[in-house]
């Protein structure tokens, strides 16, 4: 009997020491399968941190060094075995550390994916569409452009011959150089259809503001042409350079054309860490570059593209803009909201679009903050207050992404929203260059502003020949004191 209870304690032993070694081996796997996993990341990371190349070599050098001594710590007690009971208990210790570590190094791989991903779509952002509309009248009984097919259209003799040739109709057409004549002709019923640009609609829609509800668009026609980058590019990482900051008056596409409300050049000298906003109003009476005949309002630059926006800003400060970013109301709404709103401080209550701004600093979300920075009604000096509202909303989300822990905590949903939402010739490595730079000298940047003013009057214009529009005549001597001051900055002299 007692050789049978030894037979049984024997046989117990054996199986719980096999349950243990079954136990440990299953554990050393995990640590095998977790310090490989951990190695592979490792790699991973210091390869998308040299892709993206944002951090100067010594710290890079740096960064390779500790993570490289991390992984060899990980790995020695990860990877071996001991029989030491410290030891044990250390690699189980350093197991949980690497789990931790890996969640870690896997959301950082993602972040940088994000931001290289970004990078790549600034690259690809080449081209600009032009929208045209094959307009007839709300009551008219064409449902579809086909059923324009041997009736008459008229067009404005300067329309895009890519848009014609898209009609694939035998149409009666008709050209106008009389934009007033066109819409006269539609009203009146004396021809079925009229083809119109973003340019011409509008000014219909701004000179009769039942003008939308008295018309019906059947076709959208969009006409897409690549960009020529025109800039005269600098090392930004050493050198001032200045960026023009055009926000379009649309939603959504980013490169559609359209007028260009907000026209701020940033000069920024990354020497003395300065930046100056120059603010131009939209309605600034100057000579489209290019062109002759009858001056235009700045705001209609953009119609003829980023570049015809970049040119006549660079005759009006006799300077070069390096880099440009196109912006629109998206953009603004949409990355306001995702920083948590902006501070400014308003001279004045106003009422915009339901949002409440109060005398004072306020707190606004994005559609607040683009009523904010598109309102002039409200003010006596109306376009000139409304250049200093956008110098402030663009200061404050400057201040918010560079100051507290937004950028850390948001950033990913802030890459989001950046892509595919703006423009600009900036390229990876413009961009890394500069942000190398930045990372080594951890200078904290003085933001100045200044606006070039003018007085109202009304003249006819490049785009709308034949017709008196509100305008501002430049006073020279605002333009000239902002080239003086941008040249101060280019030539490395700190402004006051």
């Known amino acids: 009997m007692a050789k049978k209870k030894k037979v049984a304690s024997n046989t117990n032993s ?62 020695f007690f990860l990877l071996l075995r001991f029989k030491n009971k410290l030891f044990r208990f250390l690699k189980y210790v350093f197991l949980l550390i690497t789990i931790i570590l890996i969640g870690c190094y896997s959301y950082g791989i993602y972040s940088l994916n994000k931001t290289l991903n970004l990078f790549d779509n600034i690259m690809m952002i ?33 329309t895009d011959k890519k848009v014609l040739d898209s009609i694939k109709m035998d149409l009666d057409y008709s050209i ?70 055009s926000g379009i008056d649309t939603y959504g596409d980013i490169n559609i054309t359209s007028r260009n409300d907000v026209n701020i050049v940033a000069t920024v ?29 700045l705001t209609h630059a953009s119609y003829y593209g980023i570049n015809m926006a970049v040119q ?20 603004v709404v949409e990355l306001v909201d995702e920083v948590g709103g902006v501070e400014i401080n308003s001279d004045r209550y106003l009422y915009l679009d339901g949002c409440n701004v109060r005398k ?7 559609k607040c903050a683009l009523a904010y920075a598109r309102e002039r009604k409200s003010y006596e000096d109306g376009d000139r207050h409304r250049g200093r509202n956008q110098q402030d909303i663009i200061t404050a989300i400057f201040k918010k992404l560079t100051s507290g822990t937004t950028i850390i905590t948001e950033y990913n949903n802030i890459i989001d929203v950046l892509n595919g939402k703006f423009a600009t010739n900036m390229d990876m490595n413009d961009v890394s260059e500069f942000i190398k730079y930045e990372v080594g000298d951890l ?10 003013d003018g007085y109202g009057s009304s003249g006819e214009t490049y785009s709308y020949p034949g017709q008196d529009l509100w305008i501002m005549i430049p006073y ?11 040249g101060k900055m280019l030539k490395n002299e700190k402004i006051n």
């Open 476 to 486: 020279e001597d605002t333009i000239t004191n902002a080239k003086t001051l941008i």
């Open 360 to 366: 004072g600093i306020n707190t606004l979300n994005g």
């Open 269 to 297: 000298n990354p020497n003395t860490n300065e930046i100056l906003l120059t603010s131009i109003p939209r309605d600034y009476y100057v000579q489209l570059h290019g062109t002759t005949g009858p001056k235009d309002k």
């Open 126 to 158: 080449s081209k600009e569409v032009s929208n045209y509309y094959i307009v007839v009248l709300s009551s008219s009984k064409y449902k579809e452009t086909s059923d324009l097919d041997g009736h008459s259209v008229s067009y404005y003799f300067n």
């Open 176 to 245: 106008e150089n009389d934009l007033i004549k066109m819409k006269d002709k539609l009203i009146n019923g004396d021809v079925d259809a009229i083809i119109v640009s973003d340019i011409v609609l509008n000014r219909y829609e701004e000179d009769d503001e039942e003008f939308s509800s008295k018309i019906r668009v059947l076709e959208t026609i969009s006409i897409s042409s690549e960009i020529e980058d025109i800039t005269k590019k600098v090392t930004m990482k050493n050198t001032p350079f200045s960026v023009l900051i």
């Open 443 to 452: 200078g904290s940047y003085t933001i100045k502003s200044i606006q070039l």
């Open 14 to 75: 054996k199986s719980n020491i096999s349950k243990r070694r079954k136990r440990r081996k299953i554990r050393n796997i995990i640590c095998l399968v977790t310090g490989l996993l951990f190695t592979i990341l490792t790699i991973t990371l210091i390869v998308f941190l040299k892709m993206l190349n944002i951090l100067p070599d010594v710290y890079f050098t740096i960064v390779f060094v500790i993570l490289g001594i991390i992984t060899f710590v990980i790995d």
């Open 312 to 331: 006549t800003i660079e005759d009006i400060l006799d300077i070069d803009i390096n880099y440009y970013v196109k912006v629109n109301f998206t953009t």
